[in-house]
């Protein structure tokens, strides 16, 4: 999936989806502005949604949290990250 590796935080989302939204403002205030495709809003979000399947976001394809091209997971991935002081340091190199 090269959306994945277009930025160096990429997070697939949907508008509606409130977990979705806490990811990206947790994002946000640590100081990095991911590359946010909203995949309900977009033409091919079907075709997303099924190869973040096969990526192996099975239980909630979104939101998937991509960090340099890798798939970190969904928000309780993200949140064991930060809550363990692990995000921080992952996410330097991105931050502004």
Known sequence: MGL???????????SSCCL???VKILFREIGVDPLVHE?????????????????????????AVFIGGKLMG???EVM????S???I???K???N
């Open 20 to 22: 979705c939204y806490a």
């Open 39 to 63: 995949i309900d809003q977009d033409p091919e979000g079907r075709e997303m949604e099924t190869a973040l399947t096969r990526l192996g976001c099975n239980d909630a394809p979104v939101p």
């Open 85 to 87: 002081g692990s995000l």
């Open 4 to 14: 994945a590796s277009e930025k160096g935080v990429v997070i697939f989302s949907k």
């Open 80 to 83: 064991s990250l930060h809550l």
């Open 74 to 76: 969904s928000t309780n």
């Open 93 to 95: 190199p991105y931050q």
């Open 89 to 91: 340091p992952m996410l």
